[in-house]
């Protein structure tokens, strides 16, 4: 079974902090890919990264970075120099191949002005 | 990538009415899914839509109170049936493409009064 746990529920930044949000997976098979989603209030649900469990190279995207680390089963998701538009609920996602996608139960953050 | 539209993207509806959501991909696709958020809660998978084949649900959701349709590879409905104030939520359609990525549409956000 696959679960992943998202252990930070509400968290709050001022603008233009750093913030990480965690998220730990749990799964049996050897192949899995992990997503993480945006949804600002509008309610939308944006795909921001995928990573497949072949491949622990971390990534950065402008703000957005990721680290993914099997050893310790985490794909953690940092804003750097957090904005007011980063306010939202972030989702991290597992899924086995070919298989329904896990979500956690999301990260709301808010950056305050 | 996929876009994904949905129809209606609110609806207000009484007890015992039922309110077909409409979903449109703007690529082919194979595997479409339906998925329902409750207020401040994750998201949870309702079906698996396939073309030409009958929908696959998750534990805790019917056919007779979620009926869906595919009619093609670009296209998918569900019917929330008999509806009661438990039914309030975000439906959300998705659609995988580019591999393993589920990419959503907008959302219907419905309130059953």
């Known amino acids: 079974a696959q679960k992943v746990t998202q252990a930070q529920t509400e968290i709050s930044v001022v603008e233009k902090e750093d913030v990480t949000l965690d998220c730990v997976y749990e799964?049996?098979?050897?192949?899995?890919?992990l997503f993480w989603y945006k949804q600002p209030p509008s309610g939308e649900l944006v795909f921001l990264i995928r990573?497949?469990?072949?491949?622990?190279q971390n990534e950065i995207s402008g703000r957005y970075s990721w680290n993914f680390q099997k050893s310790t089963s985490s794909f953690n998701f940092t804003i750097t120099a957090s904005q007011v538009v980063d306010s939202a609920v972030y989702f991290c996602?597992?899924?086995?191949?070919?298989?329904?996608?896990?979500f956690g139960i999301g990260t709301k953050l808010q950056v305050i002005p | 990538s996929a876009v994904i539209s949905q129809k209606p993207s609110r609806d207000i509806c009484q007890r015992g009415t039922s309110l077909t959501i409409q979903c449109q991909v703007d690529?082919?696709?194979?595997?479409m899914f339906w998925y329902r958020q409750q207020p401040g809660q994750s998201l949870t998978l309702i079906a698996t839509?396939?073309?030409?084949?009958?929908?696959?649900?998750e534990s805790g959701f019917v056919i007779d109170k979620f009926p869906i349709s595919r009619p093609n590879l670009t296209f998918s409905t569900l019917t929330v049936s008999n509806m009661s104030p438990e039914d309030s939520s975000i439906y959300l359609c998705?659609?995988?493409?580019?591999?393993?990525?589920?990419?959503f549409g907008p959302g219907t956000r419905l309130l059953v009064l």
């Open positions: 998705s659609a995988r493409a580019g591999g393993e990525t589920q990419y």
């Open positions: 799964t049996r098979d050897t192949t899995y890919y």
């Open positions: 839509a396939n073309q030409g084949s009958e929908a696959t649900y």
């Open positions: 990573r497949n469990s072949f491949d622990e």
């Open positions: 690529s082919q696709v194979t595997m």
């Open positions: 996602a597992l899924s086995e191949a070919r298989q329904k996608v896990t």
